[in-house]
Antibody, heavy 122, light 107 residues
Framework: EVQLLESGGGLVQPGGSLRLSCAAS????????MSWVRQAPGKGLKWVSA????????YYADSVKGRFTISRDNSKNTLYLQMNSLRAEDTAVYYC???????????????WGQGTLVTVSS | DIQMTQSPSSLSAPVGDRVTITCQAS??????LNWYQQKPGKAPKLLIY???NLETGVPSRFSGSGSGTDFTFTISSLQPEDIATYYC?????????FGQGTKLEIK
């Protein structure tokens, strides 16, 4: 059974940093691209970032480029999102999601974690 | 960025009704379109991938169609457990983008 478990969310002041983790199990982690998708309170879904299975290729939404860094440790089956220079508009539930097709990032997101809430406020 | 225009934004229908949601892409995305269901307080769940393929384990009352720029999502007979918000998503280009969502309620 595929499981994705996010952690690391919390309250942080504007300009602060936070690192999210997503522990994966139930599939060959290194074979699949992974993504982060966020949802601001009461709003829709927004794709944030993706990383290839090997970790060699990374992709970002313009709104987080230069501030967020996606990475993965395939030996630990864990995905990360390092978030720096946080802004109020980054407040959201952050979901990690598994790519639906082996290798490519261009696919569905077939499994999602339960989400972790990040609140940026003074 | 590819804009995904989803309609309606909300919909109320009685149990047993046929429900249709549309999604229009701002440019040709072939069949690179997925549909998700999100219940309150829960993570999204993949229902339809590649425009028309039913994800394993998803009831057959859910279906999708379309290609290019115009897509349709249908529930053939609305059930009480289908109350949720539904999103389309394109993965043809980065950034992947979602429609604004359709909130479905029982009348």
């Amino acid at each position: 059974e595929v499981q994705l478990l996010e952690s690391g969310g919390g309250l942080v002041q504007p300009g602060g940093s936070l690192r999210l983790s997503c522990a994966a199990s139930g599939f060959t982690f290194s074979s699949y691209a992974m993504s982060w998708v966020r949802q601001a309170p009461g709003k829709g879904l927004k794709w944030v970032s993706a990383i290839s299975g090997s970790g060699g290729s990374t992709y970002y939404a313009d709104s987080v480029k230069g501030r967020f860094t996606i990475s993965r440790d395939n030996s630990k089956n864990t995905l990360y999102l390092q978030m720096n220079s946080l802004r109020a508009e980054d407040t959201a539930v952050y979901y990690c999601a598994k790519g639906g097709t082996v290798v490519t990032i261009y696919s569905s997101l077939d499994y999602w974690g339960q989400g972790t809430l990040v609140t940026v406020s003074s | 960025d590819i804009q995904m225009t989803q309609s309606p934004s909300s919909l109320s229908a009685p149990v047993g009704d046929r429900v249709t949601i549309t999604c229009q892409a701002s440019q040709d995305i072939s069949n690179h379109l997925n549909w998700y269901q999100q219940k309150p307080g829960k993570a999204p769940k993949l229902l339809i991938y590649d425009a028309s393929n039913l994800e394993t384990g998803v009831p057959s009352r859910f279906s999708g169609s379309g290609s290019g720029t115009d897509f349709t999502f249908t529930i053939s007979s609305l059930q009480p457990e289908d109350i949720a918000t539904y999103y389309c998503q394109q993965y043809d280009n980065l950034p992947q983008t979602f429609g604004q969502g359709t909130k479905l309620e029982i009348k």
